[in-house]
């Protein structure tokens, strides 16, 4: 079957390579992500994961390769032209506004020049300010929408970081380890988010904590060396003896 031909996929990467002074940190990668689905890669460190995220993004530029996203080639866009296409992606470290509350964080991020104006700016308010009222109520903040931001745990502000890209719907997903540095109960509400935001978009996820990959892992992809060493179920990924070897026995 030609993967390329084939216009169901939200992403599609083919044939994907990047070279930083002859080290191919991505090396030919073929990569599919279905329609509302959750999707991890692991992989050791070196592996290109976050290469992967800068690629799709547009942060880097390939030297090979094709990456399509709802069949529109992004390899050619600028990050903001893939932003307004409809991909999100949040980094590890979260960028908020601290000294804004969680409301006026998501105001902030909502996309305004998309979408038809309403011809009463009243209206407008109203349409932002329910659409914030319902992504906080998905983000577990709706009872701290006038907290400011920098008061928030650690957990809340990745959290309300997830909500300002929620806000301006994407279609696609990108999350590099969402859990890292979270208490164990703010991991089991993340997993449960994540798993609440896949329906009805893709999401992909980077991460370490191979318990929290276990959680929420509908496919697994595991990177090494720029290249796939396995893809599957998390009880496939477990019992590859590849996988065991390269990165589950450390």
């Given at each position: 079957m030609n993967a390329s031909a084939n216009t169901d996929f939200t992403?599609?990467?083919?044939?994907?390579?990047?070279?930083f002074d002859g080290f191919k940190a991505v090396d030919d990668l073929n990569f599919y992500l279905?329609?509302?689905?959750?999707?991890?890669?692991?992989?050791?460190?070196?592996?290109?994961?976050?290469?992967?995220l800068d690629l799709i993004c547009g942060k880097t530029k390939s030297t090979s390769g094709s990456i399509k996203f709802l069949n529109q080639e992004l390899t050619k866009l600028a990050e903001h032209e893939i932003v307004r296409a409809g991909v999100g992606r949040k980094f590890q470290t979260p960028s908020i506004y601290e000294n804004l509350t969680v409301f006026e964080n998501l105001e902030v991020s909502y996309p305004s020049g998309r979408g038809v104006f309403g011809s009463i700016m009243f209206k407008r308010t109203e349409e932002v300010s329910n659409k914030i009222h319902e992504i906080s109520r998905e983000i577990m903040l709706e009872d701290a929408l006038e907290t400011e931001s920098g008061l928030l745990s650690h957990g809340q502000k990745q959290w309300l970081e997830i909500g300002m890209l929620l806000i301006q719907d994407p279609q696609l997903l990108m999350l590099d380890e969402p859990v890292a540095g979270m208490s164990v109960k703010e991991r089991e509400q993340t997993a449960d988010l994540l798993k609440r935001i896949s329906k009805g978009r893709s999401v992909l996820v980077i991460e370490h904590d191979m318990d929290f990959v276990k959680r929420i892992a509908q496919r697994v992809t595991v990177l090494h060396q720029g290249k796939i060493l396995a893809a599957g179920d998390m009880e496939k990924i477990q019992n590859d003896p590849n996988v065991i070897e390269v990165y589950l026995g450390h």
């Open positions: 992403l599609s990467i083919e044939g994907l390579t990047v070279s279905d329609k509302n689905e959750l999707h991890v890669v692991i992989g050791p460190n070196g592996a290109g994961k976050t290469t992967v």
